[in-house]
Antibody, heavy 121, light 107 residues
Framework: QVQLRESGPGLVKPSLTLSLTCAVS??????????WSWIRQYPGKGLEWIGYIYHNGNTFYKPYLKSRVTISVDTSKNQFSLKLSAVTAADTAVYYC?????????????WGQGTLVTVSS | DIQMTQSPSSLSVSVGDRVTIACRAS??????LNWYQQKPGKAPQLLISAASSLQGGVPSRFSGSGSGTDFTLTISSLQPEDFATYYCQQSSTTPHTFGGGTKVEIK
């Protein structure tokens, strides 16, 4: 059973960089046709895909976030990370890491429990 | 970006009712449509993929249909554990996008 767990600061000051890590257990991050994803959920409901990374390092980002987002993978630690720079209050959300299974059916099949990140001074 | 529009945004129903939730894509996505269930304080959980394929362990009272731009999630007889928020999501192209959610509440 694959499990994902997010970790990182719950409070980030405006203009600084949000950094989160997702540890993957129960399977290798390097195997299979999977993309390792970050998704956030704003207070109140909306879900937003931020981007994902393949184990070879190829990344795909939501275009309007691309200038501020970096997703990286550490296969030796079986984990991947999110950095979001120049944060504002609008980046306050619950951040989820998730596995995207590309084939045979493209979907987010495993999710972490989520971590709330608040941007405030 | 492909916009995903769900309706209704909320509905009040009773145990045993039949529930239908609609999801419309702003352009054709073939059958690259997934449904998720989310309970308060929890991560979304995949229910249905490829528009109509039930995930393992999901009760058969859940079903999905549709292709192209119009999709439907149906719960044939609502059970107490089904009160939750449901989201559709398209995987046709990046950026992946989600519908705004439908909250199913107890009447």
């Amino acid at each position: 059973q694959v499990q994902l767990r997010e970790s990182g600061p719950g409070l980030v000051k405006p203009s600084l960089t949000l950094s989160l890590t997702c540890a993957v257990s129960g399977g290798s991050i390097s195997s299979g046709d999977y993309y390792w994803s970050w998704i956030r959920q704003y207070p109140g409901k909306g879900l937003e895909w931020i981007g994902y990374i393949y184990h070879n390092g190829n990344t795909f980002y939501k275009p309007y976030l691309k200038s501020r987002v970096t997703i990286s993978v550490d296969t030796s630690k079986n984990q991947f990370s999110l950095k979001l720079s120049a944060v504002t209050a609008a980046d306050t959300a619950v951040y989820y890491c998730a596995r995207y299974r590309a084939k045979p059916a493209a979907n987010f099949d495993y999710w972490g429990q989520g971590t709330l990140v608040t941007v405030s001074s | 970006d492909i916009q995903m529009t769900q309706s209704p945004s909320s509905l009040s129903v009773s145990v045993g009712d039949r529930v239908t939730i609609a999801c419309r894509a702003s352009q054709s996505i073939s059958n690259y449509l997934n449904w998720y269930q989310q309970k308060p304080g929890k991560a979304p959980q995949l229910l249905i993929s490829a528009a109509s394929s039930l995930q393992g362990g999901v009760p058969s009272r859940f079903s999905g249909s549709g292709s192209g731009t119009d999709f439907t999630l149906t719960i044939s007889s609502l059970q107490p554990e089904d009160f939750a928020t449901y989201y559709c999501q398209q995987s046709s192209t990046t950026p992946h996008t989600f519908g705004g959610g439908t909250k199913v509440e107890i009447k």
